[in-house]
């Protein structure tokens, strides 16, 4: 099997502006999670969806949203970006909330 | 959210074996204990888990003390491949709104 794929791998944004990352998880896995790292609050829980509804939601602000297709794809999107927001985001998905999670190689957002 | 504590870091010899402690003294009955590793560059990825009884795998085995309030990961002979951020969580499959903690992991360091 593929394992968890995510685009872009790296990302630039200035600012205020917005930015969509995109997850597709493994084949047959209907839950996606999502996480942001950064060196000094390390990995942080963002929300997880299953199908197709976000089941789970950590405390992060309203600019941080979510959404998942019917193919199980996942796609975040973070609207006027902060300096802050610039870490690696994890996509993970598994079969079921029994079972362990895969993770993808994340995408590096970077804002300037 | 119950949560875990492990050492910074670890220091070990190649093909030696390697035990990294992990407590959690606030553990509830249905929480199960994972283990997951990051390799630099990459995204978590599981190891191994379990409940009560000690858990073997090609990667690893898992020894939970018998009130559950600690466990320990072993490597049987670590290679310089095992270099990694270790990562100890609970996971409570029976609750969907439950949220794995991540804290900082121990950074295993490997000397050829």
């Known amino acids: 099997k593929a394992g968890v794929t995510q685009t872009p791998r790296y990302l630039i944004k200035t600012r205020g502006q917005q930015v969509t990352l995109s997850c597709s998880p493994i084949?047959?896995?209907?839950?996606v999670s999502w996480y942001q790292q950064t060196p000094g609050q390390g990995l942080q829980f963002l929300f997880e969806y299953f199908s197709e509804t976000q089941r789970n939601k950590g405390n992060f602000p309203g600019r941080f949203s979510g959404r998942q297709f019917s193919n199980s794809r996942s796609e975040m999107n973070v609207s006027t970006l902060e300096l802050g927001d610039s870490a690696l985001y994890l996509c993970?998905?598994?079969?079921?909330?029994?079972?362990?999670?895969?993770f993808g190689p994340g995408t590096r957002l970077t804002v300037l | 959210d119950a949560k875990t504590t492990q050492p910074n870091s670890m220091e070990s010899n190649e093909e030696e074996p390697v035990h990294l402690p992990c407590n959690h003294s606030?553990?509830?009955?249905?929480?199960?204990i994972h283990w997951y590793r990051q390799l630099p560059s990459q995204g978590p990825e599981y190891v191994i888990h379990g409940l009560t009884s000690n858990v073997n795998n090609r990667m690893a085995s898992l020894a939970i003390a018998e009130d559950r309030k600690s466990s320990t990961l072993i490597l049987h002979r670590a290679t310089l491949r095992d270099a990694a951020v270790y990562y100890c969580?609970?996971?409570?499959?029976?609750?969907?709104?439950?949220?794995?903690?991540w804290g900082a992991g121990t950074k295993l360091i490997i000397k050829p």
């Open positions: 993970a998905s598994s079969a079921g909330q029994y079972n362990e999670q895969f």
């Open positions: 969580i609970l996971h409570n499959p029976m609750d969907s709104n439950y949220q794995l903690i």
């Open positions: 606030t553990i509830s009955g249905t929480d199960y």
């Open positions: 084949s047959g896995h209907r839950s």
